[in-house]
């Protein structure tokens, strides 16, 4: 509505069908793309409860027959076909179809097949939620003798205790419509199974919160991974182009309970998948690395393993962003759509984004802008308040929305193909050592901070050791392998690890940005300290570390909340709920130059006379240089899109792969 | 004469510099990005009854 009002300029992420019917009748530009992204309940499978709840003697989600039964209740296609019309679809893996050559294929679905509480049938021949039930132990108690399912009946543990109150923590209407909806959904199949705990059985089962309000998401998703206190959640990801985070949520050495704010909230400790994932996580041969991916999946998905199906998968999405007709330069990259910021989400922090494209390039028709004290300006929609503003701790999707604005990554993604793009390292090496590897980036010598300080490797060395020393949890996965960090000279350095891993050079482009020397460079009482330090809470120029001044730009910064990227923070407005970032009138790149490498990276996937458009026209151009070498008169360069001296079946191949693309929108 | 050239070399030259630095605009294309909380942006859209479209609770008991 606010969109059709012209109240608001972007909304990204939409996944209410008829949203997308009324804003493309209206004109509004809307992009899609398959997207990186899952969601999933999730359980605290921990057969140990008393750090929390010391009356339970058996704890049914730490049974992986309970888990299996209950993913047989869950009818995935059913809900999502009602209340998303396919926008969201269903999942049967912790990995999306949309990572493409990491998804396995064959992974068990666990159909929806609630079965009959009152059978005597047991599985494997009854493959239902009650048959699986039944084999595990379980029993169904009528505890009414009507002889049908009642609201008074309920299931006995197989200790003879009945099922304790298992609540499911979900987003309320308010914060999250759809996903509150997709439980409630759930929760009336569950009641058809006498599942569903409630008042009159004595709150015996699965249920959400006693007024079945739900919480605020960035609230709980606290509770779930800072305090391991629930039993079992609903939540989504926003993923990025790399399958790696399976390493972070499944990992036993990433267990929340031990290591508050990591990623293993269910407490999976499991040798074998361990295994797995640290071949996925640490080797440097890509075959060997997708074998681990599908058979963590497999395991993940195979009820004969005991900690098998710590989540249920449930939905991966398509991404939808609509902007009003009158911007251009919405540059839309597979997976991660067009812009980000409308999703209720947790992101983890593994690796740079392509999505600064957007920001970078985005600009109105000119006669069209929206002027506001003679400055142009774009209204995004955030689907969530901030949690705070501190890029040590926080988590959600929607504070990193703002973030992200702020910090540049040493590497940033190509937006058509996925591939690395250099962006402030020039370059980087990577040197196989005895005992892990040596990662060396070599740093462009014109970026600054927004303050005006120049960004030098040794800053990058400060940020780094900084998340090692106080052991940030949140980046434990990236922190716990380096060994050293050293300043070659004030454009170069290198990154000593006691591991191989590729994701990890990722991991640390994003993270050598984060922290200004002249900010954070100071002593802090505790790792606590840290993370609690709001940087927005000290305009510029006050409670700077020890020994600093205000850089040559501070009067363009307004808080101590500042990186190197392309926005500048000036405030949140936690009462109006909105937040303004001003252009970085200082940034390393031009606007011409931004035009130049956006150009260039279209031309890598097949736009071949330059014109912004892949269509037929390409294609001839490739067609005519087919076949033709490095030398040959018919040699034409600008076909040659892989560069490899040759124009061949693979260049043709990405020109019609990438047909009727558009370098930007509309 | 040569001073009146020398003077419209220079003025140029100026010219040049100016409108270049004008030109060299850096960073983003827009001047301001504003970030509007907006909970649930479906949910003008969201018909209650939508809640309980796989089952009514009615049908439940």
């Given at each position: ?210 007024g079945e309000q739900g919480y605020e998401f960035r609230t709980y998703t606290s509770w779930v991974y800072d305090d391991a206190d629930f039993d079992a959640f609903i939540v989504n990801f926003k993923l990025n182009r ?390 040959d008169p018919c040699y034409d360069p600008d076909a040659d899109f892989n560069q490899d001296g040759w124009v061949d079946m693979r260049d043709l191949a990405t020109c019609a792969y990438h047909l009727l693309w558009q370098?930007?929108?509309? | ?61």
């Amino acid at each position: 509505m606010e969109m059709l009002l012209g109240e608001i300029d972007v909304t990204t992420q939409l996944t209410e069908p008829s949203d997308l019917e009324d804003l493309h009748a209206a004109g509004f530009t809307i992009t899609q793309t398959t997207g990186f992204h899952i969601c999933f309940i999730g359980f605290n499978t921990r057969a140990d409860q008393t750090y929390r709840r010391p009356e339970i003697d058996f704890w049914p989600l730490a049974d992986v027959n309970f888990r299996h039964a209950l993913a047989h209740s869950l009818d995935k296609p059913g809900i999502l076909a009602a209340i998303s019309r396919f926008i969201k679809s269903p999942l049967d893996s912790n990995v999306p179809p949309s990572l493409s050559r990491w998804y396995n294929w064959g992974v068990d679905d666990h159909p929806f097949n609630p079965g009959d509480p009152f059978a005597n049938t047991f599985y494997p021949e009854d493959h239902s939620t009650c048959g699986i039930l039944r084999y595990g132990g379980y029993q169904f108690v009528d505890a009414d003798y009507s002889g049908d399912v009642t609201r008074e009946d309920y299931w006995l543990c197989p200790n003879g205790d009945p099922l304790p109150y298992m609540e499911i923590y979900a987003p309320s209407g308010n914060n999250d419509m759809q996903k509150h909806v997709l439980i409630l959904s759930w929760r009336n199949d569950l009641y058809d199974i006498g599942l569903w705990g409630n008042s009159q059985n004595g709150w015996r089962g699965l249920s959400l919160d006693p007024g079945e309000q739900g919480y605020e998401f960035r609230t709980y998703t606290s509770w779930v991974y800072d305090d391991a206190d629930f039993d079992a959640f609903i939540v989504n990801f926003k993923l990025n182009r790399f399958p790696d985070y399976l390493y972070d949520w499944f990992h036993s050495s990433q267990d929340s309970l031990a290591f508050p704010g990591a990623y293993n909230a269910f407490g999976v400790n499991d040798p074998t998948l361990d295994a797995l994932l640290e071949t996925l996580k640490f080797s440097l041969d890509h075959t060997e690395k997708t074998q681990a991916c599908n058979e963590v999946q497999e395991w993940l998905a195979n009820p004969e393993n005991p900690q098998a199906l710590p989540t249920i998968p449930f939905y991966w999405k398509s991404l939808f962003d609509s902007f009003n007709s009158d911007l251009r330069g919405i540059v839309r990259s597979p997976g991660f759509g067009a812009g980000e910021g409308s999703c209720v989400a947790l992101k983890e922090p593994d690796g740079p984004m392509p999505s600064v494209w957007t920001y970078l390039n985005i600009r109105w028709q000119p006669g069209y802008e929206r002027i506001e004290a003679g400055r142009t300006v774009v209204i995004w929609c955030l689907g969530d308040e901030p949690e705070n503003f501190n890029p040590l701790s926080a988590g959600t999707a929607a504070t990193w929305e703002i973030l992200d604005r702020m910090l540049d990554p040493l590497i940033t993604v190509q937006p058509f193909n996925h591939e690395d793009e250099p962006w402030l390292a020039e370059d980087w090496e990577v040197i196989q050592t005895p005992t892990g590897m040596n990662v060396t980036y070599y740093l462009r010598d014109d970026v600054d901070w927004q303050d005006g300080y120049q960004f030098t490797a040794y800053d990058a060395e400060f940020s780094l050791e900084f998340i090692r020393d106080y052991h940030v949890p949140k980046y434990r996965p990236a922190w716990q392998n380096i060994s050293d960090v050293e300043v070659i000279d004030p454009f170069t350095f290198t990154v000593q690890s006691n591991a191989t891993s590729q994701f990890l050079i990722y991991d640390w482009a994003v993270l050598a940005t984060l922290l200004p020397r002249q900010i954070w460079d100071r002593a802090w009482p505790s790792g606590q300290a840290v993370l609690d330090y709001d940087p927005t809470a000290h305009p510029y120029g006050t409670d700077m570390a020890p020994g600093y001044a205000p850089g040559p730009w501070g009067g363009q910064v307004t808080t101590n909340l500042f990186g190197t990227g392309p926005f500048i923070f000036q405030y949140y407005d936690p009462v109006n709920m909105y937040c303004d970032l001003w252009a970085n009138e200082h940034y390393f790149l031009t606007t011409q130059e931004i035009d130049d490498l956006l150009t260039e990276m279209f031309w890598e996937v097949g736009d071949y006379n330059r014109d912004g458009i892949i269509n037929v026209v390409d294609l001839v151009y490739v067609s005519f240089a087919y076949g033709c070498m490095v030398g040959d008169p018919c040699y034409d360069p600008d076909a040659d899109f892989n560069q490899d001296g040759w124009v061949d079946m693979r260049d043709l191949a990405t020109c019609a792969y990438h047909l009727l693309w558009q370098k930007e929108y509309p | 004469m040569k001073r009146i050239a020398y003077l419209a070399l220079v003025s140029l030259t100026l010219l040049v510099l100016l409108t270049s630095m004008t030109l060299a605009q850096t960073g983003p294309k827009i001047d301001v990005l504003r970030y509007e909380v907006l909970r649930n942006p479906s949910f003008d859209f969201y018909p209650p009854w939508k809640c309980y479209l796989v089952k009514s609770m009615s049908q439940l008991s």
